[in-house]
């Protein structure tokens, strides 16, 4: 690597490099986050913190066709009626939030998401 180094007042103050040689170093370092980011989500997915979904789940779920609490609910293996049941709510509240005729309250979406085992971030229709 060739620097060439710029002084103030007899001290360091900058070092210059060739652009390439910058672009290298930039990669670099975005390659250790990516590694990790990796690790990170690695020792959560050990530790239980997080999960694994499949493909075809996540698909959906970045596509946004299909309400988020819908295919969560699917995913989890839960009918609408189960679920209301699990968060206190009635079946037609579960449709009418899939539908997108109603939004749900903070309270009603944090009770699905603690019975779909998800944040409730993961239910917000975008």
């Known amino acids: ?3 060439q180094i710029i002084e103030k007042s007899g001290k360091p ?9 910058y672009q290298e170093l930039l990669e670099m370092a975005q390659d250790a986050r ?8 690695k020792a959560e997915l050990l530790a239980g913190e997080d999960e694994c979904i499949p493909a075809a ?8 066709e299909e309400h988020p609490l819908k295919v969560w609910r699917e995913y989890r293996g839960f009918t609408q009626e189960l679920l209301g049941i699990e968060a206190g709510i009635g079946k037609s509240y579960v ?4 539908a997108g005729a109603k939004t749900g309250s903070t309270k009603v979406l944090s009770a699905l ?3 779909l085992e998800v944040e409730i971030d993961d239910l917000l229709d975008r």
């Open 34 to 41: 990516d590694t990790q980011d990796a690790d990170a989500a």
């Open 57 to 64: 789940i996540a698909r959906r779920l970045v596509l946004g």
């Open 95 to 98: 449709s009418q939030i899939e």
């Open 13 to 21: 103050e900058y070092a210059v490099i060739p652009y390439a040689e």
């Open 113 to 115: 998401a603690k019975a």
């Open 1 to 3: 690597m060739s620097v």
